[in-house]
């Protein structure tokens, strides 16, 4: 499985930025995916994940701000950033878990990860 991330960038705080990222290789049916972040001497959290029957999990911190969404016809999963601020500044990773309802709130080394994209929220 290989994920494919695009997006992302540098933004002022109130802006808007989007994300998507496309998985490729062998997909099975059910799986969330989603993104996770980490800033600079923070540890890995998740923003946001959306399963494979539709249901979202979001970070505190980005709820109402952030909407993760998903197509799966074409196994991609797109996140909404709405009214940015400084402290959402990290490096967004995608991610694709098989056969799990709910994701962790900091994701594991054995699950799918993408090559990380920029998120800068400029003050």
């Known amino acids: 499985v290989q994920l494919q991330a695009s997006g992302g960038g540098l933004v002022q705080t109130g802006g808007s930025l989007g994300l998507s990222c496309a998985a490729s290789?062998?997909?099975?049916?059910?799986?969330?995916m989603g993104w996770y972040r980490q800033a600079p001497g923070k540890q890995r959290e998740l923003v946001a994940s959306?399963?494979?029957?539709?249901?979202?999990k979001y970070s505190d911190s980005v709820k109402g701000r952030f909407t993760i969404s998903r197509d799966n016809a074409k196994s991609t999963v797109y996140l909404q950033m709405n009214s940015l601020k400084p402290e959402d500044t990290a490096v967004y990773y995608c991610?694709?878990?098989?056969?799990?309802?709910?994701?962790?709130?900091?994701?594991?080394?054995?699950?799918?990860w993408g090559q990380g994209t920029q998120v800068t929220v400029s003050s």
């Open positions: 290789g062998r997909i099975f049916s059910s799986y969330a």
């Open positions: 991610n694709l878990v098989f056969d799990i309802l709910e994701v962790s709130d900091y994701g594991s080394e054995d699950e799918y």
């Open positions: 959306m399963n494979s029957v539709g249901v979202t």
